[in-house]
């Protein structure tokens, strides 16, 4: 790479120092520009690897000087600055696209609105345990460009949200995994829930006949876009719901996976976490795992051990008699609606943050069978009261984790659960979710 390629980089977080780290290494010049002020631990990356790098502004004339611009997947592309770099004429890729091409790996890339973190998860420890040099990254833990500088993987397990997916040119995962589409992120796509599918179906768009498209077919919004339109790649479906002949489904409380080989099922009651939703989630990592010619042994091994995400109904403890679980990274109705359907006892819910348009209402079923009590934590919580005030004789406001717990915890007894599942993004109070999440533990314990 010639040295004059010059590469600017908006965003000084995890992908953005990743994307600059390997842009140096193949010889670009590089130029680091955040409008915030950059984390320690970042600007000492910066300056130990002499990278050029501005913070609390963005320089204009210097960024439209860029051959390339990489984007952080949390800047809109509405903003102004992206739409001069735009009209310039200048590209503007995500740190997955600018990395896929620097490494000849066997990509398995994993999206949907739901259940995308404990999919990967899932599908690295069985590519782990199954002896496969493999590494997780991409929405997850460190970032794939970084990975992809320093060391030399066979295999990467990548999650992928909407807006890395927005980002890509050529991009084209071997292996790609759609869990789920619900609306979520609207106020990124327009308010238009088209153009969020659209995004998520891009992790498809550049794949072969050569790929696998691995997706859950009992979801309406990924069902009518296979209807309408056509990828190249070869549909591997998943479902409770029906028996499929090529894929996986479930039957007598048993998944059963069907490929070129031999099929092979897995009892639910074996399985480490449970619930519909981590059903579906083992679907399709045992899936990809199958397409990787893991052996069905490893596979089930794997998902007889399997922790669990952090924030994703973690069980924290039980105090005298009731378990207190922590569900921060449901930030949509979706991911909500999951949780309460796993309830199996009656449950104190711990809901609320900031509003992404929530229509309450979806979850009444659940909350009427399984709710006896709602403890609101979040700055308004009008629209929650408004819907459940009817049906819920116990609605309690709070202003904070340690607040919430409290009341929860007066309200349970002896055999129900605390259940802290948002459905709503964390950042009226708090710093994200896991910040959310760790001062519920934080909490719990001071009990």
């Not at 913070?55 to 001069?84: C, F, W, Y």
């Not at 259940?115 to 002896?131: E, R, V």
């Not at 009518?224 to 990828?231: I, M, R, S």
Request: hydrophobic share 40%.
């Amino acid at each position: 790479m010639s040295k004059d390629k010059y590469i600017v980089i908006l965003g000084a977080g995890e992908s953005g120092i990743g994307t600059a780290l390997l842009a140096k290494k193949k010889g670009y010049n590089v130029f680091v520009s955040d409008n915030g002020k950059i984390k320690k631990k970042y600007k000492d990356v910066l300056l130990n690897t002499e990278i050029e790098f501005e913070e609390n502004t963005h320089t204009i004339e210097r960024v439209l000087q860029a051959d390339v611009v990489m984007k952080s997947p949390g800047i809109p592309d509405r903003i102004s600055l992206i739409q001069h770099i735009l009209k310039k004429g200048i590209p503007v890729i995500s740190e997955i696209e600018f990395a896929a091409k620097y490494t000849d790996a066997t990509i398995i890339g994993i999206t949907g609105s739901n259940g995308k973190t404990t999919t990967t998860m899932m599908l690295y420890q069985i590519l782990k345990t199954a002896g496969l040099n493999v590494c997780e990254g991409g929405n997850i833990g460190d970032s794939f460009a970084g990975q992809v500088a320093f060391k030399k993987y066979d295999n990467f397990v990548l999650e992928l949200s909407s807006f890395q997916l927005d980002g890509i040119v050529n991009f084209a995962p071997h292996i790609a995994i759609l869990t789920n589409i619900t609306p979520d992120h609207l106020d990124r796509y327009e308010n238009n829930f088209e153009n969020y599918i659209t995004s998520k179906f891009r992790i498809t768009m550049n794949q072969t006949t050569d790929d696998y498209l691995i997706y859950d077919a009992d979801d309406i919004e990924i069902k009518n876009w296979l209807k309408k339109h056509k990828t190249k790649a070869q549909l591997i479906p998943f479902s409770i719901h029906k028996k499929v002949t090529k894929g996986a489904f479930l039957k007598d409380n048993k998944i059963t996976i069907i490929l070129k080989n031999k099929p092979f099922t897995m009892s639910l009651a074996t399985l480490a976490v449970q619930g519909n939703h981590n059903v579906k989630n083992t679907m399709a990592a045992s899936l990809a795992a199958t397409l990787m010619k893991v052996r069905k042994e490893t596979i089930r091994e794997s998902m007889e051990n399997f922790e669990g995400a952090p924030h994703r109904l973690e069980k924290v403890l039980k105090i005298r008699g009731v378990q207190f679980i922590n569900d921060s990274k449901a930030t949509n109705i979706n991911a909500t609606y999951y949780a309460l359907d796993s309830m199996h006892n009656p449950t104190v819910w711990i809901v609320g943050g900031e509003d992404k348009g929530n229509d309450y209402m979806e979850l009444m079923p659940l909350v009427r069978e399984k709710v006896k009590a709602i403890v609101c934590l979040g700055v308004d919580n009008s629209k929650i009261i408004e819907t459940y005030r009817s049906v819920m004789p116990i609605i309690v406001e709070t202003k904070g984790a340690e607040e919430a717990v409290k009341v929860a915890h007066k309200l349970a007894e002896k055999g129900d659960v605390v259940l802290l599942s948002p459905a709503c993004a964390s950042f009226d109070l708090f710093k994200n979710y896991e910040d959310r999440g760790n001062q519920f533990k934080e909490a719990i314990l001071k009990l």
